[in-house]
């Protein structure tokens, strides 16, 4: 798996409980093979765009408050990722 797909499942993890969506996008991080983040957001429905949008904004600023930029940088990636599709 793709270094910042792992990140993203982590990320998503945390939203599986009471969360429609959230295990929905985590079930297919963790059951599908993508070769690259490109090819996860391709997938994704509008919804799911949006939902990961609102989550990966917190995450990245958390991990950067946390000093955790190689985090930071990953979720980024993914994040830029969805505001070009």
């Known amino acids: ?8 499942r982590e990320i998503l ?3 599986t409980e009471n969360d429609a969506v959230g295990k929905r996008l985590y079930d297919v991080v963790s059951c599908r093979d993508f070769s690259t983040d490109g090819a ?9 765009n949006d939902y990961l949008n609102n989550i990966l904004s ?10 955790d930029l190689e985090r930071a ?4 990636e993914v994040y830029e990722l969805l ?3």
């Open 13 to 15: 993890a945390g939203h």
């Open 73 to 76: 940088k990953h979720l980024n």
């Open 40 to 48: 996860f957001v391709d997938e994704l429905t509008a919804e799911e």
């Open 58 to 67: 917190e995450a990245i600023d958390y991990s950067k408050q946390e000093g």
């Open 83 to 85: 505001l070009t599709y």
């Open 1 to 8: 798996m793709d270094q910042s797909l792992g990140y993203l």
